[in-house]
């Protein structure tokens, strides 16, 4: 018997008209997937691993393979989270679908990652509004095993805590943060840029675009930049944020963000696909930039 999604309300937020859900943490109803989820999981899982290749980081697409990750079947959070909890001290929740900001950030800022329970159905294939299980386990949750990312999604939960007691617009700084690293991040990796971000290789479309369209910049990571630079969430990123490694990012954003919070209060937002006078510009073709064509 398939069970339904419980919407609680719609929300309006950064990100448009969203529905958030109940908070409540659910446990997987494995037993209740269909034979079309299952279907949906290894059509998603098949084609994305097969357009990730010397696309994505080495490290999402290793520890996909240590997760024992397959087109096979929707994966268990249970065994998943035998792996991961001896890796790095996170465990996968089910939950409803999007939550409220301050019940993402309590998770993550203690090693919780909220898996929706839930999977889009066969004409959702191509795009979702929403995250679901599919962009939530083949996403987000590899990167949990790299001990410094992990370290880095529990440092930003903790930020976000903080954020959301600070007040609306510090929110917003540090949503920038998530929306341009966690979910659209680029990392330089074996001579070109590889994919890390959780919104584009959970989206087949995005995965070329992002490495290979002439029409995105692609700007050296700067924190200060990132958070003042608005986002939408309905087409592909007009900016890509490139990282060194996952080092760069989590020493970048260890300090107190307070005082930036403060600074970025006097300076005017920056539009998505602007780009400005100091920003670390990767040029199409430059051999600094994408897949090389023998990696595809
Ligand atoms: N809730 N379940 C879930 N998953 C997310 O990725 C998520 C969320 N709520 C808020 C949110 N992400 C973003 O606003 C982050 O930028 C905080
Ligand atoms: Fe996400």
């Not at 008209?17 to 943490?25: K, L, R």
């Not at 919780?112 to 962009?135: N, S």
């Amino acid at each position: 018997m398939q069970i339904e999604p419980r919407r609680v309300e719609h929300q309006q937020t950064d990100k448009g008209y969203v529905p958030v859900y109940t908070t409540a943490v659910v446990e997987q109803p494995w037993a209740s997937y269909t034979r079309t989820d299952h279907q949906t999981w290894a059509t998603l899982f098949e084609r994305q691993r097969e357009i990730l290749k010397g696309r994505a980081c080495r490290e999402f697409l290793d520890n996909q393979a240590r997760f024992g990750m397959s087109p096979h079947a929707i994966p268990r959070f249970d065994e998943l989270n035998a792996v991961l909890g001896k890796a790095t001290g996170w465990t996968l929740v089910g939950v409803e679908g999007l939550l409220p900001e301050l019940d993402f950030f309590d998770h993550l800022a203690n090693r919780r990652f909220p898996v929706t329970w839930w999977i889009r159905k066969p004409e959702q294939l191509d795009y979702l509004a929403e995250p679901d299980l599919f962009h939530d386990l083949f996403g987000h949750v590899p990167l949990l095993l790299n001990p410094v990312f992990a370290d880095y999604m529990q440092a930003y939960g903790r930020g976000g805590v903080k954020a959301h007691a600070i007040g609306a617009e510090a929110l917003v700084n540090l949503t920038r943060l998530y929306w341009y690293t966690v979910e659209f991040g680029l990392i330089r990796q074996d001579g070109g840029l590889r994919i890390y971000g959780s919104g584009i290789v959970s989206s087949k479309g995005e995965s070329i675009h992002c490495l290979e369209s002439p029409a995105p910049n692609r700007i050296g990571f700067d924190l200060e930049r990132i958070m003042r630079t608005r986002y939408r969430i309905d087409t592909y990123q007009k900016t890509y944020f490139v990282i060194d490694s996952f080092e760069q990012l989590m020493e970048a954003t260890r300090p107190d963000f307070a005082p930036l919070y403060a600074q970025l209060a006097t300076q005017p937002s920056i539009p998505a696909g602007e780009v400005r006078p100091g920003d670390a510009v990767f040029q199409r073709g430059s051999g600094e930039g994408w897949a090389q064509d023998g990696d595809i």
